[in-house]
């Protein structure tokens, strides 16, 4: 993907979703998230979704990506190719 194509995507998200703004409080949320479920490597960017997610109790997430997700409870897994 170019980097104009990626600009115009991202555009198009913004018009498409609500974005919430990052808190300081999912932060310590993160880390003990981290912790917890010893999440390592670049999974911790899943780890920092739900932290997020937990902040603004937000419980469903769509994404490709379900098997980094089911490990933290609480949460909906959507698949887009379900739909």
């Known amino acids: 993907m170019t980097l104009d194509l990626a600009e115009k995507e991202l555009a198009n ?4 979703f609500n974005l919430l703004p ?3 409080d999912a932060l310590d949320n993160w880390q003990r998230i981290v912790i917890a479920y010893g999440v390592l490597g670049k999974k911790s960017h899943d780890a920092h979704v739900v932290a997020v ?3 603004y109790s937000v419980t469903n997430i769509l994404t490709f990506n ?3 997700f089911r490990r933290f409870p609480g949460l909906t897994v959507l698949d ?3 739909f």
């Open 13 to 16: 998200l913004r018009r498409l």
């Open 22 to 24: 990052p808190v300081l």
């Open 53 to 55: 997610m937990q902040v």
């Open 66 to 68: 379900g098997s980094d």
């Open 80 to 82: 887009p190719a379900q």
